[in-house]
């Protein structure tokens, strides 16, 4: 279905009418569309930035109330002069 | 493949020409500005090597203004390598700048949405203006598929516009098919049921008529 340059706007004038007898009985109160619309333009209305309070990081404990410490790598565990 | 910044800089002065004046309220008028913007896009974006095509609200325009008048223009850019880059240079050229999902110029706003194009496509040409855009059997099979399955009684009342507008001027080899695949054919049979009757039509008729149909899906 794609090919030859058409001229759609010779077609708009009957449309048109056709359109404008239609919308002497259609009332478009209340009816509904997807929220993205985009002549909504929702996405310019600035948002007001909410602070919320930022959760601390855990930091786990050993038995003893002190930091644990990091897994050692394992080059680390190899034995020594090995 | 043409690649002249002077061809860029011509372009965003006609832009600007277009916009000049802001963008209509009148449909027909409204039209034609979204015809120019589009054959100037289509312009730019060709000359390096990418594919635009028009799909959504402003395709319905072009086939028949005064249904459904858009606030963007929705564009599918197809190219054989990075789009993205090759469109961000091009829409900057041109004097566009990136506002959410949306690029902007005055009261113009151009969103780029991932393709591929769902549909057949042409390449028109309105008053000298050339670009490409989906058929109008398209955005008909969207806005009635959005009826049935969203329950959108705008897009109820879209696709009854097109159905009038459109008359026998409709490709239903293509649209047949595309439709009983979603699932929407009885939607298409009983709007057109209130193509030619002259019964007013609502939301509340069109949201009545969009439950019986989900209704009967539900039961078979």
């Known amino acids: ?82 | 493949m043409m690649d002249d910044p002077h061809t860029l800089d011509r372009l965003g002065k006609r832009l600007e020409e277009v916009l000049a004046s802001g963008l209509a309220d009148e449909p027909v008028t409204h039209a034609w500005q979204v015809a120019e913007v589009a054959g100037i896009l289509h312009s730019a974006l060709t000359a390096r090597g990418l594919t635009p095509t028009l799909v959504g609200g402003s395709a319905i325009e072009i086939h028949a203004p005064g249904i459904y008048m858009s606030g963007d223009l929705d564009l599918v850019i197809e190219g054989p390598w990075d789009v993205v880059a090759v469109r961000d240079e091009v829409f900057q050229a041109l004097g566009l700048t990136r506002v959410g999902r949306h690029w902007r110029r005055g009261d113009l706003f151009v969103e780029t949405v991932p393709g591929p194009v769902a549909g057949p496509t042409e390449e028109v040409e309105v008053a000298g203006a050339t670009f490409r855009v989906v058929r109008k059997e398209v955005p008909l099979r969207d806005r009635l598929v959005g009826f049935k399955h969203w329950r959108h009684t705008a897009y109820g009342d879209q696709a009854i516009a097109m159905l009038i507008a459109f008359g026998d001027d409709l490709d239903m080899d293509w649209l047949e098919p595309e439709l009983r695949r979603e699932d929407a054919l009885d939607a298409l049979q009983a709007l057109s049921g209130l193509t030619s009757s002259d019964v007013p039509v609502t939301h509340e008729r069109l949201l009545a008529l969009g439950h019986q149909l989900n209704q009967r899906k539900s039961a078979s």
């Open chain 1, 1 to 82: 279905m794609t090919g030859q340059k058409r001229d759609p706007s010779q077609q708009w004038a009957i449309r048109l009418e056709r359109i404008r007898r239609y919308r002497e009985r259609s009332n478009p109160t209340g009816m509904t569309r997807p929220p993205r619309d985009p002549d909504e333009r929702e996405f310019l209305r600035p948002v007001r930035k909410v602070r919320t309070q930022r959760r601390r990081p855990t930091i786990r404990l050993n038995p003893r109330g002190t930091q644990r410490p990091r897994p050692r790598s394992p080059s680390q565990l190899r034995p020594r002069g090995a």
